[in-house]
């Protein structure tokens, strides 16, 4: 008689609890899942939503919008000064990612080293990486004055003519480099460093016994052991480039003409300068795709260098 109606008993506590789990699995993604969707709905999702919507339109302040679906886009492709855009955009990141890896990579292995005062001298080099882009660039913007800066003062000290830098189409592009590996140089030297730092003794100990030449065990052990480290740094630093405006609106504001005109500097003045949203839409849909593309490109080649 007592066994039904416990078992009874039974499946009601079962069933309570299995209710009671189901309301804290409720609870849970109520009170911390659903708010974080709509936040990431909020200021991920609907932003860009939004600008693929303004990108199939003909949309200029003040006037009303006319849907023009892939004309922007088109435009874009027949537009002689945005590919020009592209062009100075992809040689400006291939310089501002290749100075600052191969000195940072320098500057790594110098530190790495055991001399006097290594942690002050540490502490010196990352100064211009502390430093705001802007407050950094309107100093170099002063220093790269024809007349009045002082690079041409030093020029002028070692017997050089002077230069017109960031004021010369030819020049404009390697000043604002300079200005990028000066500042980005020492984010990569920590990042290598630490590499250096994680890296096992035994093998640069092992080769030392076996005589090898510091150029080998560079080439041979240090190199592989640190290349995950320097991927990072190269991943890093691409996509930082890429997307590069404030440096160099703040010096240049593309000029002079529209020598120093990258894909950032072409989209702000569209949207700003000449209110053609539709248009500037269209540019950062494409520009995101373009560095969506190569930071899986760069995350494939960071894979390919871990350690085996």
């Given at each position: 008689m007592s066994t039904p109606a416990a078992a009874a008993v039974g499946g009601a506590i079962r069933a309570r609890r299995r209710a009671g789990s189901s309301y804290r699995r409720r609870d849970k993604y109520l009170r911390f899942v659903?708010?974080?969707?709509?936040?990431?709905?909020?200021?991920?999702?609907?932003?860009?939503?939004?600008?693929?919507?303004?990108?199939?339109?003909?949309?200029?302040?003040?006037?009303?919008?006319?849907?023009?679906g892939l004309d922007n886009y088109a435009n874009l492709a027949g537009d002689a000064r945005f590919r020009a855009a592209v062009v100075r955009t992809f040689v400006y990141t291939?310089?501002?990612?290749?100075?600052?890896?191969?000195?940072?990579?320098?500057?790594?292995?110098?530190?790495?080293?055991?001399?006097?005062?290594?942690?002050f001298f540490r502490?010196?080099?990352?100064l211009p990486m502390i430093a705001t882009p802007v407050a950094i660039s309107l100093v170099w913007a002063m220093m790269f004055h024809p007349q009045l800066g002082v690079l041409n003062f030093l020029l002028s000290r070692?017997?050089?003519?002077?230069?017109?830098?960031?004021?010369?189409?030819d020049t404009v592009i390697p000043s604002l480099v300079l200005v990028e590996t000066w500042q980005w140089t020492p984010l990569v030297m920590l990042i290598v460093l630490g590499g250096l730092a994680a890296m096992p003794t035994e093998p640069l100990e092992s080769a030392r016994i076996d005589g090898?030449?510091?150029?080998?065990?560079?080439?041979?052990?240090?190199?592989?052991?640190t290349?995950?480290?320097?991927?990072?740094?190269?991943?890093?630093?691409?996509?930082?480039?890429?997307?590069?405006?404030?440096?160099?609106?703040?010096?240049?504001?593309?000029?002079?003409?529209?020598?120093?005109?990258?894909?950032?500097?072409?989209?702000y003045l569209q949207a700003f300068n000449f209110f053609q949203i539709g248009r500037a839409s269209a540019v950062v849909v494409v520009f995101f795709a373009v560095i969506l593309a190569c930071s899986f490109?760069?995350?494939?080649?960071?894979?390919?260098?871990?350690?085996a």
């Open positions: 659903l708010p974080a969707l709509v936040v990431i709905g909020a200021v991920i999702v609907f932003p860009w939503v939004f600008t693929v919507f303004m990108s199939l339109h003909d949309w200029q302040v003040a006037s009303p919008r006319v849907w023009v291939l310089f501002a990612v290749a100075l600052p890896v191969l000195f940072g990579v320098l500057a790594a292995l110098m530190f790495h080293q055991e001399f006097p005062l290594r942690g502490g010196v080099f990352i070692v017997g050089l003519p002077p230069s017109l830098w960031v004021y010369a189409p090898a030449g510091g150029w080998r065990m560079f080439w041979d052990i240090t190199l592989p052991l290349l995950p480290f320097i991927m990072v740094a190269v991943v890093l630093r691409t996509i930082d480039a890429l997307k590069a405006f404030d440096t160099i609106y703040a010096i240049t504001q593309g000029g002079p003409g529209t020598a120093s005109e990258t894909v950032n500097i072409y989209l490109g760069m995350l494939y080649l960071r894979q390919r260098a871990r350690w």
